[in-house]
Every structure is written in structure tokens, then in C-alpha cells.
């Protein structure tokens, strides 16, 4: 074999080595993007004052380590639950002011949630005026097949423990002020719920769909009791229900363009170079056959 040949062969092979560890790099990228991304998404939150002789607040949320607020709500009076509003990831602080204090007030109460991808969460002002606190909820999304999911809060101080049923199934049995059940599985139906407290009963009715999810806050109305149905999110999907949908939107990832046809290029190209370069490496030799 001449020098010319050997010199060939051993380009050719660092050629094709070349290839196949762009290949694999060009792989490797393909497969790491998604999961990049998937780990970006957004998740959920509301807020809730559920303190009945705690005063109207505004409510405070802030980005970790950003002191400008991402979102302010004025004058949160008892019984109000805020719309989930779509977040990014990550680690955030709530804080509550009394309605109309300065922003660079001292917060009355304040906490931290760290918000993970496709989760949604609940934080609510609970307790007494004297024990307020704030406290995180963590919130379902998906139910089992073809079943509803149903949890109760019991936010009345004027009756210290509720019983709470749906046509004879008990939800909540001497639920105390200011705690919560978990997450009870129902099946679909139109169902009349019924609180029945040491004074007081009151009752609503509502319609469980397959894939629903409630939160069912009894509350004091002034002069009675009353039940308000919060859903939490509807059809199974995962994002709740009046959130905005992930989509192309907000803080959604954005996907890229697909990686698949970009490595086949990428590969097919690496390829044609390599054909390329053998062909004129190869050139000499032939010359030089032809001359003899």
C-alpha cells in the first residue's frame, strides 16, 4: 500500500469517527431540549381571606429576591377567594397588609410557597385575628376515571365545628374552625350539600361532573350560614378551572422547532462531506495511475 493510500484510509476513518461523535452530540441535544423544557412550566395560585373578624387586607405576591410585586390585590375582604392566576415556577412570597396600608408597610402576615411545575396551590389567610395565619393548600388537578373529588373548608366562627354531608355520605364530620378535609372521591351526579353546624344548617346544590374538583368553604354570612362552592378545576385537565390555559401563552414554554429534522440534516450533510472528501483525496491516486 502507497503512502498516498495509507494517508487516505486514515482520513476516511477520522472522517467517519468525526460523524459519529456529532451524531451522538446532535442526539444527545435532541433528547436533552424536551426535557429542559418540561421542567420550565407553569403552575397555579390563588388567594383566600378566610379569617372572619380579621378586616379587609391587600394582598402582596412577590418573586423570590424581586421586591416589586407581581400582582397586588386591594381591599381581600372575608370570603373571597381570587381567581388562580398562572405563575412560572419557582420560589415565591405572599404578604398581607391591612387594605390601604403603604406597600413599604411592614407586612401583618407573611409566608413563602415554592410553586412546582403543573401544580396549582391555595394560599389563605385562616384562624381568628388573634391566631391569623396564612396557610398553603396544596390543590388537586386530576381526579380518578370517571369520578369527582370534593373537600371542605370550614371558615365559620360562629359555628366552632360543622358537620358537612351530600345526600347522606358524610364530607366533613365536626370539622373545626379554620381546618380543612382532604380530598374526598364522589361519583357524578347533581348532589345537595348540606351543613349542619351547632346553631345553624344551611345547604346548596350543585352539580359534580366527571373530572370536577370542589372546595366547599362554609362561611358566615351575616346572619347565617353559608356554603360556597369553589371549583377547583373542571374536565380533568391540568389547569384549573377560570386559570388561563397553558397554550402558547403567558409563562407557558415555548416549544422550538422540532430537533428530528435538523439531525437528519445535520447527519446527511456530515455525510456528504465525508463522500467529498474521499473523492478528492482519492483524485491524486487515480491521476497518477492514468499517467503511467
Not at 63 to 83: C, D
Not at 112 to 134: E, I, K, Q
Request: aromatic share 6%; glycine share 10%; net charge positive.
Amino acid at each position: 500500500m502507497t503512502w498516498h493510500a495509507l494517508l487516505t484510509r486514515l482520513t476516511i476513518t477520522r472522517l467517519a469517527k468525526a460523524t459519529a461523535a456529532c451524531g451522538i452530540a446532535l442526539a444527545a441535544i435532541a433528547f436533552a431540549a424536551p426535557a429542559a423544557s418540561a421542567s420550565a412550566g407553569p403552575g397555579w395560585l390563588r388567594l383566600a381571606h378566610l379569617s372572619p373578624n380579621t378586616p379587609a387586607v391587600d394582598v402582596y405576591l412577590y418573586s423570590f429576591g424581586n421586591p416589586n410585586a407581581r400582582i397586588v390585590l386591594r381591599h381581600v375582604a372575608y370570603g373571597t377567594v381570587s381567581p388562580y392566576e398562572q405563575v412560572a415556577s419557582g420560589e415565591y412570597t405572599v404578604a398581607m397588609r391591612g387594605a390601604g396600608a403603604p406597600a413599604s408597610s411592614k407586612p401583618v402576615l407573611s409566608t413563602t410557597v415554592n410553586v412546582a411545575t403543573g401544580a396549582a396551590y391555595t394560599v389563605a389567610g385562616m384562624g381568628p385575628a388573634s391566631g391569623l395565619r396564612l396557610q398553603i393548600l396544596p390543590d388537586r388537578l386530576v381526579t380518578p376515571p370517571g369520578r369527582a373529588l370534593v373537600r371542605v373548608i370550614q371558615a365559620s366562627l360562629n359555628q366552632q365545628r360543622v358537620t358537612v354531608t351530600a345526600a347522606g355520605k358524610v364530607l366533613a364530620h365536626q370539622l373545626a374552625f379554620s381546618k380543612l378535609t382532604s380530598y374526598r372521591s364522589v361519583a357524578p351526579r347533581d348532589w345537595t350539600i348540606r351543613a349542619a353546624g351547632e346553631s345553624e344548617t344551611t345547604s346548596v346544590s350543585i352539580n359534580l361532573a366527571a373530572g370536577t374538583i370542589y372546595t366547599l368553604v362554609v362561611l358566615d354570612d351575616p346572619g347565617h350560614l353559608t356554603i360556597d362552592a369553589l371549583e377547583d378545576a373542571a374536565g380533568s385537565r391540568v389547569a384549573p378551572s377560570g386559570a388561563p390555559t397553558t397554550g402558547l401563552g403567558g409563562t407557558a414554554p415555548r416549544p422550538g422547532t422540532p430537533l428530528l429534522p435538523w439531525l437528519a440534516a445535520g447527519a446527511a450533510g456530515l455525510l456528504l462531506a465525508l463522500g467529498g472528501a474521499a473523492h478528492l483525496l482519492r483524485k491524486p491516486r487515480r491521476a497518477a495511475g492514468h499517467a503511467r
